[in-house]
């Protein structure tokens, strides 16, 4: 086996220890972005300005399931909380999205945006607010696809897991 020159070497080092210092140092954490104090959450019923009834009561218990399976925040009544996240259910629609050569739909669209806040209740301080968090799912009316009412149970998934991570990751 050939030997590999000694300055050859001392690149391949060099090269390596500058890509292990930007692996390291790149900012990722998996820790938690809040406040030390910060450790019961309350998170009231949604509001609901949309025409779509009883999403409010499906996106909190959906949120409120989210942060209780984290585990890093104990979601409490709002007495006992240091913080509070609340939100309003500003749209609801549902919509085409593609349709197919003779012009019919072919795929729908339905899309929902919340406006929320996060606030420190000790402090009095919000922590983070979104006027238009939103998620949306397509879905198709055939018989053998998961039609509007899965879509809809994505979309507000995604949503409630999407507000554990800005919570708790500030992303």
């Not at 929902?112 to 301080?125: N, Q, T």
Request: proline letters at 4%; one cysteine or more; charged letters at 30%.
């Amino acid at each position: 086996m050939p030997s590999v020159p000694v300055k050859v070497r001392n690149h391949r080092r060099y090269l390596a220890l500058i890509a292990l210092t930007v692996l390291l140092s790149c900012g990722y954490t998996a820790g938690s972005l809040l406040p030390k104090h910060i450790k019961k959450v309350y998170i009231p019923t949604f509001e609901n300005e949309t025409t779509r009834y009883g999403i409010e009561q499906e996106l909190t218990a959906r949120v409120v399931e989210a942060f209780t399976a984290d585990n890093r925040l104990l979601v409490v009544a709002e007495g006992e909380a240091d913080a509070m996240l609340r939100g309003v259910i500003v749209e609801f629609s549902k919509g085409a999205l593609t349709f197919d050569r003779a012009q019919t739909v072919d795929e729908f669209k339905i899309e929902i945006v919340v406006a929320v806040e996060f606030e420190d209740l000790r402090e009095g301080k919000v922590l983070w607010k979104e006027p238009e968090f939103r998620a949306w799912e397509s879905y198709s009316d055939s018989e053998d696809e998961p039609g509007e009412q899965a879509a809809l149970e994505v979309a507000i998934t995604t949503l409630a897991t999407d507000m554990l991570s800005r919570t708790m990751e500030g992303w």
